[in-house]
């Protein structure tokens, strides 16, 4: 209420003064000079105008901060709860007396009277979840429809995420076969798990993620020998015990036989195979932890490491058979490489030398000694789309820079991020590449700030990042030793990533937040809930997704989606940054929605450090110039 009133005050006190403001003119004008009242409706005419302006402004920012509001309450798991929720919030955002929300299953929510109505339909991509009836005609305004169109898209994520966990539980309950146990444990057998772990794929929409965790005792056969086969068998008790309580209810255990388990897990609620197979070595590292914890067997205190594989694939991509001959690969390539987890990676499987020589390679890279350097960065400027205009490509000035790995490999040539990246968040490098590229961003932006060139600098964060637990320490340690500000970096993360409900990356973003440095969305629009980050995540920047840039000038939604993007932005107080602009006319239509920046071909290409220090120091001077000429200096 306050929030509503505060504004309804200010510009009440406001039009009260301009309107005693107008009155004594009006009465001074009377008593000097008849002619002067001819200027009286002019000045009423433009107080009109301010006064409309300015109530029409508060209004706009009032109603987007209430459809973010909105937006946040559609995200429930019961169906129910979140189509009463879009009746709700449709009633609320666009002021209507009644809706309605009828599902493509058949199932209706919320009741409309005879009359006039407004459908909208609701799909996620190709599938239709149904349709949100409203009260009334068709909205006539442009942003009324633009409202309610990207309102449908986020009550048709949240109705389909939510009728897909309502499909899931009528299913389970209709499974009936008959559970066919291990004698020892109690756990599932290989047959149960295979047929049942077919039944749970096949139930789940096709490209979810599930994984497969398949895990070995260590030297069992120590157990057996030492203490006897009673004692062995006593040992996989507790063993299958752990496993069970180190799971979810909706998680399969099985015993597979000897001292072989294994886990089905279907409920890894994140959306993304980076972000899915990072969860799953969570739960892998954890489960091994558990495992491992000292036991006391007939007297005798022992501890029993497993080595543990992690299989990761989309629903309906590979039945339980292939996924427990890619758990069985990764757990054997543990067992080999002496790590307590490993995962699935298709370039072992098929025995591709030439990439797990890359992996080795790349660790040579890491560590080579200065002036022997292959890996190194190039720094690609986002350009201001306002203010002076500067030299001929680049329109405003340097709002930040990426720095985007390259490996000068001394066989292959010059490889791109595609190149090597994929291998490399398969494997345990993948920490060790993250804090190179943090270390040599910072430094140079330290160095050019020293230099009084002080730039923003963003580095690309991947989901198996942020499931390190030490990433905020890290990033605290770097930017203390080269004395470089946290607000001036900002890590860029997928919007998949931000909206993950992992804790782990939960915890992370929010340490890092806690330093300073600031958040980006990279690839903002490409997910179900685009909307709904901005609401969750304290971010503090916006990048559009150069495919929405590049149709944006031809197709209407890739249109709509970057305005829709640029005005909420701006309504949340956040920064927009364009990718992939690569022509002037996308440039300048990308200003005239509001866009802050613009980041492409069109301004420079990516520049080794040297290049983008010679760009800095040209904009300094550039500037210097304009100041001059303005006679500012």
């Known amino acids: 209420m306050r929030g509503i009133a505060g504004p309804i005050l200010g510009g009440s006190l406001l039009m009260l003064v301009g309107n005693v403001a107008a009155g004594l003119v009006i009465v001074w004008a009377c008593s000097t000079s008849g002619f002067l009242l001819l200027l009286v409706p002019p000045v009423l005419w ?57 599902l493509a299953g058949g199932r209706t929510y919320g009741d409309l009277p005879d009359g006039p109505m407004t459908a909208r339909p609701l799909a996620v991509g190709a599938v239709s979840v149904g349709e949100l009836q409203l009260a009334g005609s068709e909205p006539h305004r442009d ?29 389970s309950e209709r499974t009936t076969y008959d559970a066919v146990r291990d004698p020892l444990t109690g756990l599932y057998n290989r047959a149960a798990l295979l047929g049942r772990g077919n039944v749970r794929l096949a139930a789940r929409p096709p490209g979810e993620p599930v994984a497969l965790l398949l895990l070995d005792v260590n030297d069992f056969k120590e157990v057996n020998n030492a203490l006897g086969h009673t004692a062995g068998d006593e040992v996989l008790k507790v063993i299958a015990r752990r496993v069970q309580d180190a799971g979810n209810d909706g998680d399969l255990h099985a015993r597979l036989g000897g001292d072989e388990f294994a886990i089905l897990v279907t409920d890894l609620a994140v959306g993304g195979a980076d972000l899915a197979l990072a969860a799953a070595v969570e739960r892998a590292r954890k489960l091994g932890a558990q495992i491992a914890a000292p036991m006391r067997i007939d007297g005798v205190a022992l501890s029993k490491e497993p080595s543990i594989g992690v299989a990761v694939a989309e629903a309906g991509s590979a039945d339980l058979t292939e996924l427990l001959r890619r758990a069985d690969i990764a757990m054997y390539q543990a067992k080999d490489g002496g790590q307590p987890v490993a995962w699935y990676d298709p370039s072992r499987d098929d025995a591709s030398t030439d990439r797990l020589a890359l992996l080795a390679e790349l660790r040579e890279a890491l560590a080579a000694q200065p002036g022997e350097d292959q890996l190194t960065l190039e720094l690609q400027p986002a350009v201001a789309l306002t203010g002076p205009a500067g030299a001929s490509n680049s329109g405003g000035q340097i709002t930040g820079v ?10 292959r040539g010059k ?29 140079l932006a330290s160095g050019w700030r020293r230099a009084g060139l002080a730039v923003p600098v963003a580095v690309n964060i991947s989901a198996r990042s942020l499931a390190e637990r030490q990433l905020p320490e890290t990033i605290g340690d770097l930017l203390t030793r080269h004395r470089f500000p946290a607000e001036m970096l900002v890590l860029e993360i997928t919007e998949t990533v931000m909206l993950s409900s992992s804790p782990v990356v939960d915890e992370v973003l929010a340490r890092v937040r806690r330093l300073g440095v600031q958040l980006a969305v990279d690839d903002f629009g490409t997910g179900y809930s685009a909307f709904t980050v901005l609401t969750r995540v304290p971010v503090q920047e916006v990048k559009i997704d150069r495919e929405f840039v590049a149709q944006m000038l031809d197709a209407p939604k890739p249109g709509a989606i970057v305005q829709a993007t640029v005005d909420l932005a701006r309504r ?19 200003a005239e929605l509001g866009c802050t920046a613009a980041q492409g071909f069109l301004f420079y290409p990516p520049l080794p450090p040297d290049g983008l220090l010679a760009v800095l120091r040209e904009r300094r001077q550039l500037q210097r110039r304009h100041l001059r000429a303005e006679g500012a200096v």
């Open 572 to 590: 949340l107080g956040l920064r927009v940054v364009a990718e992939g602009v690569e022509n002037p006319e996308q440039r300048a239509r990308l």
């Open 402 to 411: 990426e720095a985007l790995i390259r490996w000068q490999h001394p066989r």
């Open 143 to 171: 942003r009324d429809r633009l409202m309610l169109a990207t309102f449908g898209d986020a009550l048709a994520a949240a109705l389909h995420d939510a009728v897909t966990h309502h499909e899931l539980r009528t299913m």
């Open 46 to 102: 433009l107080m009109h105008q301010f006064y409309a302006n300015r109530l029409g402004e508060d209004e706009e920012r009032r109603t987007w901060a209430e459809f973010a509001e909105v937006a946040r309450e559609l995200n429930r798991l019961d169906e129910r709860d979140a189509a009463q929720a879009g009746i709700a919030g449709a009633m609320r955002l666009f002021g209507v007396s009644a809706a309605r929300v009828v």
């Open 415 to 443: 490889l791109s991020p595609a190149q090597f990246l994929p291998a490399v968040e398969g494997s345990e490098l993948i920490a060790p590449l993250t804090h190179w590229v943090l270390e040599r961003a910072i430094a």
